[in-house]
């Protein structure tokens, strides 16, 4: 059993709202890094306490405080705390193989999503949980704390001041967390599609039983996308109803277009996902039309020595008088009669291409 589910059962008889970390520990310390930025100013920081945190949040302009480590309980109750969130708001950020969701609180949004990734060395899907709380003027998100993510455009857009980011309101900031996380998908998808195409090219040259094991991978995959992306439908089209004060009416045209790209997401997945089964087909035909053409191969041997054998039989026979045993030329005539019956029969099945 592995760690992750021997915890989750250890959970499963805890008191709700008890933080318990469900998870691999991806770093050491937990990094709390913070932007706080107006229309024409931006300041970026590290922090190490909850009480830095809030600190910060109570400035005039938007705060978007990223916190990468979540095994530090104690930590992310103090940081509870100090924003006012609920213990099992808390419980559902620590448990990383959470659902993605979205709970609106009234004062705060929470929305639980998964970054992804493809590993094309094992041809499986590298997750990572991203948690989001969206508040009135400030923004916090959790991650499990791997390796790079894929925010530093947002970052980038905070600290130079292009686009509009700056100008507009935290649920702005949410909206464009969320379409990097989304557009991240299509490029899944696009890795997924070349190796479809490299498995494609073998299936029709020469199908192994590596293939087989690739098209597997290939299915697994699918299937977690399907299973991390499809909730995103809801998610996203909550938010974008609008019906949250945080949510500001200039935003929700933004969301929208997310919405429509989870929307051709979901469509890419479903069509790659019968493009994998097609493969599937294709290799149990490649497969079969191989086993056909060696037992054609059998059977046309076989029948040509089937005349053969009669032959020798009736010569191998142990009777006294055969009178073709005393001819001095009996050997090579039968040996010849022998080779013309199978060139015979050799051209006679070249002429109905069966072989």
């Known amino acids: 059993m592995s760690p992750t589910i021997q915890k989750r059962s250890e959970k499963a008889w805890a008191s709700p709202g008890k933080l318990v970390y469900v998870g691999e520990q991806q770093k050491e310390a937990v990094e709390i890094a913070a932007f706080h930025y107006t229309e024409t100013a931006c300041h970026e920081t590290a922090l190490k306490t909850a009480d830095e945190c809030r600190a910060l949040q109570r400035e005039p302009g ?30 559902d950020i620590l448990n990383t193989d959470q659902r993605p969701k979205l709970d609106d609180m009234g004062d705060y949004i929470s929305v639980v999503l998964k970054m992804l990734d493809y590993d094309e060395d094992s041809g499986g899907i590298v997750t990572e949980q991203v948690s989001l709380i969206l508040g009135d003027n400030f923004l916090i998100s959790f991650q499990e704390g791997r390796q790079g993510d894929l925010f530093d455009p947002v970052r980038e857009r905070i600290r130079s001041g292009k686009g509009k980011i700056r100008k507009m309101g935290p649920d702005y900031l949410a909206y464009a967390l969320i379409d990097g996380i989304v557009d991240n998908y299509f490029a899944i998808t696009e890795k997924i599609s070349e190796k479809i195409e490299e498995i494609e090219e073998k299936l029709l040259s020469d199908p192994s039983n590596e293939t087989i094991h690739a098209i597997h991978h290939l299915k697994l995959a699918i299937l977690h996308l399907k299973k991390y992306i499809w909730p995103m439908r809801e998610i996203i089209n909550a938010l974008a109803k609008g019906e949250s004060p945080l949510i500001m009416e200039s935003t929700l045209i933004y969301l929208r277009d997310v919405y429509d790209h989870i929307i051709h997401a979901i469509d890419t997945i479903e069509t790659t996902r019968d493009m994998i089964s097609g493969m599937l087909d294709i290799y149990l ?49 039968v040996m010849g009669f022998m080779a013309v019956a199978a060139g015979v029969m050799l051209l006679l099945f070249k002429r109905k291409n069966w072989m």
Do not use: C
């Open 285 to 333: 035909s490649s497969v079969s039309n191989r086993m056909n053409q060696v037992m054609k191969v059998l059977t046309v041997i076989a029948t040509i020595f089937i005349p053969l054998t009669f032959i020798a039989g009736v010569y191998g026979m142990n009777f006294k008088y055969m009178p073709e045993l005393d001819w001095p030329w009996g050997y090579p005539m």
């Open 62 to 91: 938007i705060t978007w405080i990223n916190i990468e480590g979540l095994h530090d309980t104690v930590l992310m109750e103090q940081i509870g705390i100090q924003f006012g969130l609920h213990p099992l708001i808390i419980e």
